[in-house]
């Protein structure tokens, strides 16, 4: 009597998960941990029926008709084994692994008629690979970010999202933003958004969490403004805020100007924010034109013009992220009382800020 089997000799473990025999096609569900033994239960409808197992895998499909009696011949998984009765043609595995997961298939050979079929899952803790998850996006601030992340193990992963923000040294503060599911969608994306995403898996098994952090970087027009700082100290920045001076209050009840005596020493500092980062110029008007006097360069590039001899540049420590900020000293005397313009400039936008210096009367 001719019978056929999938494949062949395995060695019988403790360990047995078997589902119930069924009459028709629908697809049953069975999962079970890794190195545990699975049996799939087929019945022949005669005794005389020939069978076969059809198994697709992510390794590929295959279809394998043996005799029993002759399997140990085949070179094929000795995990797996057939159980041919007389009215029974079952297949079994011994310590199943991540490569049988898959759909397997019984059916009548010469009829073509499926019989039975199994949905095999391999139960695992909730995991991220390495391929399932969105890069690092860039987007233009009032575009639409979409982030996607796919989390792989058995029984089907939770998938939530966080915000992490890194403080000034590096500590993490976490919260949950609401959002569950494999993709996040933000909308009319603004720099606020500039940040770093979590995507957070687990299941039932899960010990631990599993996650992925994601970027989303904003690109938005550049952004000017100004501080005044009396300086009598050197040239240079500093390393904080406290290391320019004192900071002078400046009227802005019309135009931004501040009152000064002759003789003093000022440090203007212009703020440029803006992704890309800001170039940074500073100008001034001298006999009703308008002239150069540093640029803050790509790189932290100085480049200085002729102006510059009276005039001292410097940069300073952003106060925070997307920003940088660039100095100019000088002492005032007569032809430094005068309009001062701070412009910021990047790919996607020009702003500028003007300050007059007046004399005290």
């Known amino acids: 009597m001719l019978k056929s089997v999938y494949v062949?000799?395995?060695?019988?473990t403790l360990l047995t998960k078997t589902?119930?025999?069924?009459t028709n096609s629908d697809v049953k569900l069975i999962?079970?941990?890794p190195t545990e033994q699975v049996r799939f239960d087929c019945r022949k409808r005669s005794e005389d029926e020939v069978l076969l197992w059809r198994i697709i895998t992510k390794t590929g499909s295959k279809v394998e008709r043996k005799k029993c009696a002759d399997a140990g011949e085949d070179p094929i998984d000795v995990r797996k084994k057939c159980?041919?009765?007389r009215y029974g043609y079952d297949l079994i595995i011994t310590r199943i692994n991540d490569?049988?997961?898959?759909i397997y298939e019984c059916t009548a050979a010469i009829q073509k008629e499926v019989l039975e079929v199994y949905d095999l899952r391999i139960e695992r803790e909730a995991f991220i690979p390495e391929t399932a998850y969105s890069k690092d996006v860039t987007i233009r601030e009032g575009g639409t970010a979409k982030l996607w992340c796919n989390a792989s193990g058995y029984p089907v992963p939770n998938i939530k999202w966080q915000i992490v923000e890194l403080d000034s040294n590096g500590r993490e503060s976490v919260q949950d933003i609401g959002i569950?599911?494999?993709l996040l969608n933000i909308q009319n994306v603004s720099r606020h958004c500039d940040n770093w995403y979590r995507c957070v898996a687990s299941n039932e098994l899960s010990r631990n969490e599993a996650s992925q952090n994601i970027r989303i970087r904003v690109n938005f027009g550049a952004m000017a403004d100004f501080d005044v700082y009396s300086d009598d100290r050197d040239d240079q920045c500093g390393d904080t805020v406290d290391d320019l001076g004192e900071k002078l209050g400046v009227n802005t009840s019309r135009s931004y100007y501040i009152e000064k005596k002759q003789g003093v020493r000022l440090s203007l500092v212009c703020s440029g924010s803006g992704s890309p980062n800001a170039t940074i110029e500073w100008f001034r008007y001298q006999g009703g034109n308008r002239i150069k006097i540093s640029t803050l360069g790509l790189g932290n590039q100085i480049v200085d013009t002729k102006q510059i001899g009276s005039f001292v540049s410097a940069i300073c420590p952003s106060l925070f992220q997307d920003e940088r900020r660039f100095k100019i000293s000088f002492v005032v005397l007569d032809d430094k009382f005068t309009k001062y313009v701070c412009r910021a400039s990047n790919e996607y936008g020009v702003d500028e800020m003007t300050i007059t210096i007046k004399k005290r009367p």
């Open 8 to 12: 062949l000799l395995a060695v019988m």
């Open 19 to 22: 589902v119930a025999r069924r």
């Open 31 to 33: 999962s079970a941990k």
């Open 83 to 85: 159980v041919d009765e």
């Open 99 to 102: 490569d049988d997961e898959g």
């Open 180 to 182: 569950q599911g494999k």
